[in-house]
C-alpha cells in the first residue's frame, strides 16, 4: 500500500510554478494556424505529441490552445487542467456553454490554455446525431476565439467518428503521428480516405501538411524501415526529426506535466523542440526575419513549491 505522505511528497517535488521560456522567440505565422492531430491506431502518441509540441511553441513565445477532445482526457491530465465534473468541451458542443468560459489556463506557461475534456464526452458521439450541423459544432465554437491565438491543436480520439470529423471540420491543417513500429501505416489509408471526404464536403480548407514519427529506435531495422517508407509516401508532410521512444517522455503525463517541464533536457523533449521549432518555421511568413534558434538551449525559469523565486 502507498504511503498518500509519500505520495504527497513526490508531487510536491515534482509539481514547478512560474514560467518557462526559451531564450529566443519562435517564429509567429500570419495567421492562426489550427491543427487537428489524428490517428485513429491507438498508443501512436498522438496525445503526447499533440501537449509537447504545444508546450514547446508556448515556451516559444507563441499564444496556443489544446483543445481536448478525446473522452480519455489524457491532454488535459498530461497539462495539469482539472476535466472532472467541470464544465468542457462536451458542454460547447452541445451548445450549453460558450468556449470561452470553458477555457483553463495551463500552470507555469507563457500563453498555453486547455479547453479540457470532460467525462460526458464520451456520450458526444450519440448526441451529435440529431443536431443540426452536427459536423460543424466545434468549428463554429472555434471561430470565436481563434484570433486569440497563434495555434490550435485538437487532440482526436483514437477513431473516425462524429469527434474526429467535427476536428477535421474546424481545423486548416492535419499533423499525424506515426509510430515507427510494425502496422504503423494499417489504417493510414482510412484516415486519409476521411481526411479526402471532409476536405471536398466539408472543409476545402484542410491540408495534410504534417507527419511525426514517434517512439523511434534507432537501433532496430524496423523503425529505419518504417522512417524510410515514410519518408518515401510523404517527402513533403514529414517532419524527419523522429521523437525518441523514452522513459521520461511516458512518465511525464502520470506527474501531470509535460516532458518540456518533467526533464526539458532528456532526448525526448529536445527532439519535440525541434519538431515545434520546424512547425513555426514553416508556418512563418515568408519575408519574416530568420530568427537563429538553439534548441539544446532551454532557458528553465521556474521554481519549485516552497523555493524563494
Known amino acids: ?39 485513429q491506431k491507438g498508443g501512436v502518441g498522438k496525445t503526447t505529441t499533440t501537449v ?14 489544446v483543445v481536448d477532445l478525446d473522452p480519455q ?33 495551463v500552470a507555469g506557461f507563457p500563453a ?28 463554429e465554437a472555434l471561430d470565436e476565439i481563434s484570433p486569440n491565438y497563434d495555434y490550435i491543436f485538437i487532440d482526436c480520439p483514437p477513431s473516425l467518428g462524429l469527434l474526429t470529423i467535427n476536428a477535421l471540420a474546424a481545423a486548416r491543417e492535419l499533423l499525424i503521428p506515426i509510430q515507427t513500429e510494425y502496422y504503423a501505416l494499417e489504417g493510414l489509408s482510412q484516415l486519409l480516405e476521411t481526411y479526402g471526404v471532409v476536405k471536398k464536403r466539408l472543409n476545402a480548407n484542410l491540408d495534410l501538411s504534417t507527419i511525426v514519427l514517434t517512439m523511434f529506435d534507432g537501433r532496430t531495422r524496423l523503425s529505419n524501415d518504417v522512417a524510410a517508407n515514410v519518408r518515401a509516401h510523404f517527402p513533403n508532410e514529414l517532419i524527419d526529426i523522429p521523437i525518441p521512444r523514452a522513459v521520461r517522455v511516458s512518465e511525464a503525463p502520470s506527474y501531470n506535466q509535460t516532458v518540456m517541464t518533467y526533464d526539458p533536457l532528456s ?26 534558434f538553439d534548441s539544446n538551449v532551454v532557458n528553465i525559469n521556474y521554481k519549485r513549491d516552497g523555493e524563494i523565486a
Do not use: W
Not at 53 to 65: E, K, N, T
Not at 82 to 94: C, N, Q
Not at 120 to 135: C, F, G
Open 1 to 39: 500500500m502507498v504511503d498518500s505522505r509519500e505520495t504527497s511528497d513526490r508531487e510536491s517535488e515534482t509539481k514547478v510554478v512560474g514560467v518557462r521560456r526559451l531564450k529566443e522567440a519562435m517564429a509567429k505565422p500570419a495567421s492562426t494556424r489550427i491543427f487537428t492531430v489524428a490517428n
Open 267 to 292: 532526448p525526448g523533449a529536445l527532439a519535440y523542440m525541434q519538431v515545434a521549432r520546424e512547425i513555426a518555421e514553416r508556418g512563418k511568413p515568408k519575408d519574416a526575419l530568420e530568427v537563429k
Open 52 to 65: 509537447n509540441i504545444a508546450a514547446a511553441l508556448s515556451m516559444g513565445g507563441l499564444r496556443v490552445l
Open 73 to 105: 482526457g489524457n491532454a488535459s491530465t498530461a497539462l495539469g487542467v482539472p476535466h472532472r465534473d467541470i464544465e468542457g468541451v462536451y458542454d460547447v458542443l452541445m451548445g450549453s456553454a460558450q468556449i470561452s468560459s470553458v477555457i483553463q489556463k
Open 112 to 139: 498555453l490554455d486547455c479547453v479540457p475534456s470532460n467525462s460526458s464526452l464520451a456520450n458526444a458521439e450519440v448526441n451529435l446525431v440529431s443536431m443540426v450541423a452536427r459536423e460543424l459544432r466545434l468549428k
